[in-house]
């Protein structure tokens, strides 16, 4: 399954080019997922603080399945913020040969 990396705003460059993609080949938003690229919370957040899952949508079909919700900035470089449904395959299992 393809993951796409965008900001997932409505009315975003990735967000046109997104939804002019799905009007043109649906098969798109149904076979691939959106992974946004929204920083737009202030704050920090730990585990036990999460947000909730809440990333905008681009605005047409679309399967947003992960979202980077903080990015680290400064001359302290520290770990973007994210989360993700269980349902974005970030990992497969390895098969015995």
């Known amino acids: 399954m393809p993951v796409y990396y965008g900001n997932g705003t409505a009315g975003t460059e990735f967000?046109?080019?997104w939804c002019s993609t799905v009007a043109s080949l649906p098969n798109v938003a149904a076979e691939s997922a959106i992974w946004s690229f929204e920083p737009s919370l202030l704050g920090r957040y730990y585990k036990a603080k999460a947000p909730n899952f809440a990333p905008y949508k681009p605005g047409?079909?679309?399967?947003v399945e992960a979202w980077q919700y903080m990015l680290s900035a400064g001359s302290n470089v520290d770990v973007?913020?994210?989360?993700a449904l269980s349902t974005?395959?970030?990992w497969y299992p390895v098969t015995a040969s």
């Open 88 to 90: 974005l395959p970030l």
């Open 15 to 17: 967000a046109r080019a």
């Open 60 to 63: 047409c079909a679309g399967n």
């Open 80 to 83: 973007d913020q994210d989360e």
